[in-house]
Each structure stands twice: as structure tokens, then as C-alpha cells.
């Protein structure tokens, strides 16, 4: 059953998000210590605890980047061979700088070692600097930005196995300024090509549930926090209600 879930970390999401956003179950955590960008051993059990009737089926917002590895616990619930379609200017397979905790930028790469039912990782978005810097693992498919801009993307998607069902992950740092005003650095992509490649996974594989990130700093200046949060809440709509034609 797929049910769609806002997780509060920082506040960021508006109290009255539901009004535009419908169907949406906002789960609180912001009560847990030891989660911002790393996520303590106990800080993950007790998340995992008030997620356990919770299924990795529906949309998901995850609050901004720093939370980024909850995508890691929305797939660890698959239980069946899966891709994972992942949209983010950085790799997010990086070495933790804390020994054994995982991080907003490590959990991909945990994915990729210990989740036996991952098949296919599918990045797409991060810059050419990002992926050479990386190893990469033979079921990892790189798509980078300037891929994107010379419209190459969707012959890079043929090469995913579509007999996979997908999960995807979107953290709106891919996104340009324009789209998106991200914790982050960010990339240059556009809201139409986002939408376009999505378009794409959804007409050739079964898409078992999505989830998106990349909100912006609770610490900005009044004005600038208003208008970051303004752009956002326009692109939250638009992704969930695009989403929504295909997810509900």
C-alpha cells in the first residue's frame, strides 16, 4: 500500500504544506538527536522503529540534504532484486569521516555494499569532477551533467535493465538555482529535464516508490530564508504533483 510520508527533521517543511501537498502523512523526528548530516547507531533504531509500519511504496519528502541517507532505509525494506535511480549533483559514495555512521554522503556507497537485492545504482547529475573521483563499481551507471546538456541521457538509461522494478531518490541539489535552493552546491539542471528523464523510467520500469530532498538552510537571513523557501515549495508541488499521475 503506498502511503506518502513527509519526515520533519528541521522544521523546514510549512505547517500548512498539506493544504497543497494532499495525502501526505508528516512524520516528526526532529526530537531525535544524532541525525543531522550523520545518523548515530541509535538514533537509526529509533527511526527505523517509528518507520516500521511504513513501506518504501509512495512519495517521500525527506527534509534537505543532510537527511539524505534516509533514503538507505527506505530501500533496505525491498526485499526483491531493485535499481535505484538516484538524482544528485554529488555521488554520495564517499568514505564517512566518522568510522561506522552513516552519512548523507556515504550512504549510496553502504547501498551498494551491503544491500545484496541492489542490482543497478543509476546516478544521475553529478559533476564530471564528482565521478572521476570516484571508483566505479560495475553495476553503477553514470550519467553526468554534461551528459544532460548534450541530450545523451536517455540513450544512458537504455542501458539499465528494465526488467528491474526502481526506486528512485531525487535530492533537488541536481537542480539549478532557479528550481531549487539546496543546502548545498548544486548542479544546472532544469525542472523539464528532470520531468523528462522521470517520464522515461516510468514508461519502461516498475517504479516502486520515490523520494526527494534538498531543502534549503533553517539558518539563512529572514529574507533570503523566505525566498529559498518559496522556490522550493513551487518545485515540491510541481515534482509531487508530476509524480502523482504516476504514483497514486
Known amino acids: 500500500m503506498e502511503q506518502n510520508l513527509l519526515l520533519d527533521f528541521s522544521h523546514i517543511y510549512p505547517a500548512n504544506i498539506g493544504n497543497d501537498v494532499n495525502h501526505l502523512i508528516r512524520i516528526d523526528l526532529s526530537d531525535i538527536e544524532g541525525t543531522d548530516m550523520y545518523c548515530s547507531h541509535e538514533a537509526m533504531l529509533e527511526i527505523q522503529r517509528r518507520l516500521n509500519n511504513y513501506g518504501p511504496e509512495g512519495i517521500h ?5 543532510n537527511y539524505h541517507y534516509m533514503t538507505k532505509v527506505f530501500v533496505d525494506k525491498i526485499k526483491k532484486p531493485f535499481s535505484l535511480v538516484l538524482f544528485d549533483h554529488h555521488t554520495d559514495m564517499l568514505q564517512p569521516m566518522i568510522h561506522d555512521l552513516t552519512s548523507c554522503g556515504s550512504w549510496a556507497g553502504e547501498l551498494l555494499h551491503e544491500n545484496a537485492y541492489l542490482k543497478q545504482l543509476i546516478l544521475i547529475g553529478p559533476s564530471q569532477q564528482n565521478i572521476e573521483n570516484n571508483d566505479v563499481a560495475s553495476k553503477v551507471i553514470y550519467i553526468s551533467v554534461n551528459e544532460q546538456e548534450e541530450d ?22 541536481v537542480l539549478d538555482r532557479y528550481w531549487a535552493r539546496t543546502n548545498w552546491d548544486q548542479g544546472n539542471m532544469s525542472i523539464k529535464t528532470l520531468e523528462k528523464i522521470l517520464q522515461d523510467i516510468f514508461k519502461h520500469q516498475n517504479v516502486i516508490g520515490v523520494d ?37
Open 61 to 65: 519528502f525527506l527534509d534537505n540534504g
Open 152 to 173: 545523451v541521457a536517455h540513450l544512458q538509461i537504455k542501458k539499465v535493465d528494465l526488467t528491474l522494478p526502481a526506486y528512485i531518490s531525487i535530492d533537488k541539489d
Open 212 to 248: 526527494i530532498c534538498g531543502e534549503c538552510d533553517l539558518h539563512e537571513s529572514y529574507w533570503q530564508l523566505k525566498e529559498d523557501e518559496k522556490i522550493n515549495h513551487m518545485t515540491n508541488d510541481i515534482l509531487y504533483h508530476f509524480l502523482s499521475q504516476y504514483m497514486l
